[in-house]
């Protein structure tokens, strides 16, 4: 198929959003020379400071009785769905960083997440005016860093 068009990126903006404000960056607006190697320069540090914050593996603050009791009562993990049984116990998952109490989970949801979260991904994606969507996985290192789409 023949490119009707080309586009040529020629900056960025990002910034790290987290429901605690004390993780969350200010935007870093780029636009210059060789714009795609300084997007990966960034996008890689991210991912690794990400890393570093959800690798912090606080543990669980007490729950309050309301939470006691939300956790006593599903017989289903609210992450799989899948019936909690002697096999499939369930188990209190919380935020490693936070300390928070999120759901009750079956044992193998909740180590599902926990490697989720300490092995971060970081997918970017930058939809251009003409509708075309560029996606991005570091963790893969099979970007283009030309910039064309």
């Known amino acids: 198929m023949k490119a009707?068009?080309?586009h040529r990126v020629s900056g960025f903006c990002c910034h790290r959003v987290a429901s605690d404000e004390k993780y969350q960056t200010p935007p870093e607006v780029y636009s210059g020379k060789n714009v795609m190697?300084?997007?990966?320069?960034?996008v890689v540090k991210a991912?690794?400071?990400?890393g570093e914050i959800v690798?912090?593996?606080?543990?669980m603050s007490p729950m309050t009785p309301q939470q006691e009791l939300d956790f006593q009562k599903p017989t289903h993990?609210?992450?799989c769905n899948t019936p909690l049984?002697?096999?499939s116990h369930k188990v209190r998952h919380h935020c490693h960083v936070s300390g928070r109490y999120l759901f009750?989970?079956?044992n193998k949801c909740t180590l599902?997440?926990?490697?989720?979260?300490v092995c971060p991904t970081v997918n970017c994606q930058n939809t251009v005016a003409s509708g075309l969507k560029m996606d991005f996985n570091t963790s893969k290192h099979d970007f283009d860093k030309s910039g064309t789409i």
């Open 4 to 6: 009707v068009e080309e």
């Open 37 to 42: 190697d300084r997007f990966y320069e960034h």
């Open 47 to 50: 991912a690794e400071i990400i």
């Open 55 to 59: 690798r912090q593996e606080l543990d």
């Open 77 to 79: 993990c609210r992450n």
């Open 85 to 87: 049984s002697p096999t």
């Open 104 to 106: 009750p989970c079956c």
């Open 112 to 117: 599902l997440l926990w490697v989720l979260s």
